[in-house]
């Protein structure tokens, strides 16, 4: 079965720090999709990203960066110059094929950042 | 464009009552997705519809149940509550063979 690791519970910056989230997943699937989502005090999960198994490359958008090693099976998400609208929960998500032909998320624990002033 | 919205926000029921969730998806969106965020549990896929019918469902009780509409929102129905089903409910939907998924804003029930 999938699998999501994200091996730190909180972590708390200061305003400006870089900051990184790891993530490690296990799937025996060849083809999935890597997510991360950012979950707010007020509840909606909102979508950051979405990376195929076969792009490994790295994104940028804006203050925010991914990187994909497929080598270790790390899906990490760097927040640079960090501000404290980035204090939230960040979940990072893996697809797991479903009957039917669609795919469920299988979310890790999540990270709690709390960026303080 | 709206989001995806999920009513009511807030939802508080005795232990043994039963509880109504709706979601509406994305215009152009078939595909709902409800998920449970229990606290210490985690975010677990419930139930997955896709135009009109239960496609697949998590691991979860058959008193979790629901439906979707012809419009293509959802429904999600929690009988016998119990103490434990106290959560933050959250829908997504998705467009047909896309796998991102757009969430609401959840519900949270406290059952009591």
């Known amino acids: 079965a999938q699998k999501v690791t994200q091996a730190q519970t909180e972590i708390s910056v200061v305003e400006k720090e870089d900051v990184t989230l790891d993530c490690v997943y296990e799937?025996?699937?060849?083809?999935?999709?890597l997510f991360w989502y950012k979950q707010p005090p007020s509840g909606e999960l909102v979508f950051l990203i979405r990376r195929n198994s076969f792009d490994e490359q790295n994104e940028i958008s804006g203050r925010y960066s991914w990187n994909f090693q497929k080598s270790t099976s790390s899906f990490n998400f760097t927040i640079t110059a960090s501000q404290v609208v980035d204090s939230a929960v960040y979940f990072c998500a893996l697809s797991e094929a479903m009957e039917g032909g669609s795919e469920k998320l299988v979310f890790g624990k999540g990270t709690k950042l709390t960026v303080n002033p | 464009e709206a989001g995806v919205t999920q009513s009511p926000t807030h939802l508080i029921k005795t232990r043994g009552q039963q509880a109504t969730l709706r979601c509406s998806p994305i215009?152009?969106?078939?595909?709902v997705y409800w998920y449970q965020q229990a606290l210490g549990l985690g975010l677990q896929f419930l139930l997955w519809?896709?135009?009109?019918?239960?496609?697949n469902r998590g691991n979860f009780p058959p008193r979790f149940s629901g439906r979707q509409f012809p419009n293509y929102s959802s429904e999600l129905n929690v009988n016998a509550l119990e103490l434990e089903d106290s959560a933050l409910y959250l829908c997504a939907s998705s467009a047909t063979g896309r796998t991102e998924a757009f969430f609401g804003q959840g519900t949270r029930l406290t059952v009591v």
């Open positions: 519809y896709d135009e009109g019918e239960e496609r």
């Open positions: 215009s152009g969106h078939t595909s």
């Open positions: 799937t025996r699937d060849t083809t999935y999709y």
